[in-house]
């Protein structure tokens, strides 16, 4: 049992937090609404409603809890999980997204068949919906993924003496600096916390700062995921029936307001095929229809591919859309580059990480602040381009900066390992 520490929350930070559980409160009917909404165009969004008010029947003893609220988080967190499955603990995950679920429930099927492992969606944040999840799980350990900060989440898990840590933790300045601004609210959030095991020093510097404690440097998860064979070995095949002629680009997770600088370099460098694979799947009909509009000769996976990622008929186009998920690393395994999407965008680039796995170049936009570990450690040894402008990302594409993929192997040497220091960190914690 972890004990209470009663100074936390400050009187600042509590009454932040009841107000924050009245906004809830009132704006529960809109967010039923909401999940109704997306649920016509997602099913999954209106199903298994009672485990967002903590409604769940466990099947685990004593689960290691897992917190990853969409796709990117749970990809992060697929190989620790896997490596505390192989080691006989039970994992339950928890989920916002429906993506996120589906990862885990694909990812992780053989697991959850055999009643290793459980999958549902986060409660909302309400006292009672955690007080039910957390006494039908009686969870040993909670992680929560990247920097997940939901407030009843940690106060009910220091309430119910659960040690919840961040996990994968980053803390970008970008973040850093406007929490310091005001009364610094979610900032004072991080000292809820068990501790954190954290990607890089520099974010264990500004987490610590900020009021995070008993802080492990562990490093990148995602530079121990695992890469799924049979993708490799179909993007084998379709590429030897490409030919070599041709250089392909991916460009992937691609979000909303990129389009128009992507296809506008894809227009004035037509001679190399593009795989192009937007970052939602709700787009891929839109985004489609722009690439066709613009002129270029387009197929989509859906239609041109089978389920065994073969096709019966020469793919002759310029743009092949990536319009399938859980596919990322077929995309990935076809190309000789690639560009990782939301770097044109202020929301930030997402993870190069997946390309480097394959020992492919990545080239990433302007706004990589999400990204600050890996990105700087992989431009300095070479195996990453940061491009400024949409000006300078079409001049890579006509003067490609050589790679070789020893060189990528030995970034990749430099920073795997991850899952076993985390590991590692949690049993000296919480003796297993």
Known sequence: MTPVDRSWPDPVLRLGLWAYCGVWWLLLPVIMLYLRKRGRADPLYSRHTAERFGRVTSHLVSPVWVHAVS?????????????????????????????????????????????RMQVVWVPFEFGFAYRRFLQAFTPRIGLTMEVEIWPVMIAASRKHAVPLYMCNAQYPAKSYDKDRRGLGLRARLFGGFAGGFVKSEDQAGRLRHAGLRNIHVTGELRFDQPVPQAQLNGAAVLRAALGADREIITITSVVNGEDPIYIDMIKAAPDKLYIYVPRAPERFALVGDMIAAAGLKI????????????????????????????????????????????????????NIIEPLALRKPVIVGPHTWTIVYPVIEAVAAGVCTVVETPAALLHEMQVPTPVTASGIDAFYADHAGGVARTLAALDALHPV
């Open 71 to 115: 796709m990117g988080e749970m990809r992060s967190a697929a190989p620790l999980v896997r490596a505390l499955l192989d080691r006989g603990d039970h994992v339950v995950t928890t989920h916002f997204t429906p993506a996120g679920r589906l990862e885990a429930t694909r990812t992780f099927a053989t697991d959850i068949a055999a009643g």
């Open 299 to 350: 197929l989509r996976r859906s239609q041109v591919l089978d389920a065994d990622l073969h096709s019966d008929s020469p793919l002759d186009c310029t743009v092949l859309l990536g319009d399938s998920m859980g596919e990322m690393y077929f995309y990935l395994g076809l190309c000789d580059r690639a560009i990782v999407g939301g770097g044109f965008v202020p929301k930030g680039a997402h």
